[in-house]
C-alpha cells in the first residue's frame, strides 16, 4: 500500500505517464502551481480573486490556456490535496531552477498573497518558510516582497 502511494504521489509530481519535453515542463508546472495554491489557501479563505490570480500567473509564466491551463490546476489542485509537506515540491523546484527563477516563485508566491487585497500572517509565514525551502536570500525575499507591496495601492499587511 505505502509503496503504490509512493508511486502515485512521483507519478503527480511529475505531470503524469508522459516523457520528452511536456512531460519535463508539466513536472515544474505542477509543483509550482501546487505552492501557489497553497498559498491561496493559507488564510482560510480562498477569495475568487485568488482564483483568478492563480489562472493569471499559470498563463503568464507557464503560457497554459484553455483545457490545458484546467488540466494543469486540477493536477496540481490534487497534487496539493495529496500532499504530505511542501518539501515535495520545493525539493523538486530547487534542484530543477537557477537562482533567479527561484525568486521568480517568491515573486509569485506574494503575488498570490496580495490577490484578496491583504497580506495575512500565515501568508506571509508560507512565503518565508518556501522561500527558505528555495535558498532564496532573506534580502531577496524582502526586495520582491516590497516591490509587489509597491505594486498594490491599499493592501492591508498582516494580521
Not at 13 to 24: I, N, T, V
Request: hydrophobic fraction near 45%; charged fraction near 30%.
Amino acid at each position: 500500500m505505502l509503496n503504490w502511494f509512493k508511486r502515485r504521489m512521483r507519478n503527480v509530481l511529475e505531470g503524469g505517464e508522459q516523457s520528452g519535453p511536456r512531460a519535463e515542463e508539466a513536472s515544474i508546472e505542477i509543483p509550482v502551481l501546487a505552492l501557489l495554491i497553497e498559498m491561496s489557501r493559507a488564510d482560510q479563505d480562498v477569495d475568487g480573486r485568488e482564483v483568478e490570480q492563480l489562472k493569471s500567473l499559470a498563463t503568464s509564466h507557464f503560457h497554459l490556456q484553455g483545457a490545458r491551463l484546467q488540466e494543469v490546476l486540477s493536477a496540481a489542485e490534487r497534487a496539493a490535496d495529496e500532499a504530505v509537506s511542501l518539501f515535495q515540491f520545493t525539493r523538486k523546484l530547487d534542484r530543477a531552477f537557477d537562482a533567479p527563477e527561484k525568486v521568480r516563485i517568491v515573486e509569485m508566491l506574494w503575488r498570490m498573497a496580495a490577490a484578496d487585497g491583504r497580506i495575512d500572517k500565515h501568508e506571509e509565514y508560507l512565503v518565508r518558510k518556501i522561500a527558505d525551502l528555495l535558498h532564496v536570500s532573506h534580502s531577496q525575499f524582502m526586495r520582491v516582497k516590497h516591490r509587489v507591496l509597491a505594486e498594490c495601492d491599499g493592501l492591508q499587511a498582516g494580521d
